[in-house]
């Protein structure tokens, strides 16, 4: 989910079906990216660093976005919650949990549960 992320951040995803296939469960899970980023670029807590596509370093930032779509995963919403108190303000903590659920939970499925 992180490198699928960071083509819609550093904005390399406009042409390119290589990330995210094909078909609607694909288009589906780019819809939900581009609206967490939304979130990310309009509520963060701070400025937000996302390391460029391929790069071997996983970001602060990173490891909670993934934080909490695992949680959503795993059907622990709470957990998520906590997590995504981190990257954003109070106010877009629940939008960003929808954001990400269609990858969490939905048919665009990118993070299983552990």
């Known amino acids: ?17 290589s990330e995210f296939g094909r078909g609607a469960s694909a288009q589906i899970a780019k819809w939900s990216l581009e609206r967490a980023e939304s979130v990310l670029k309009y509520a963060a807590r ?33 957990q998520a919650r906590l997590h995504a108190q981190w990257l954003v ?7 960003l949990l929808r954001a990400l659920d269609p990858i969490a939970t939905g048919p665009a499925k990118l993070i299983r549960a552990a």
């Open 1 to 17: 989910m992180i490198e699928e992320f960071r083509t819609i951040w550093h904005g390399c995803h406009a042409h390119s079906h």
């Open 89 to 95: 303000r109070p106010q877009a903590v629940e939008q």
């Open 46 to 78: 701070g400025p937000v660093r996302i390391a460029p596509p391929e790069s071997e370093a996983v970001t602060p930032h990173e490891r909670s976005l993934e934080a909490v779509a695992r949680n959503l995963a795993q059907g622990d919403r709470s």
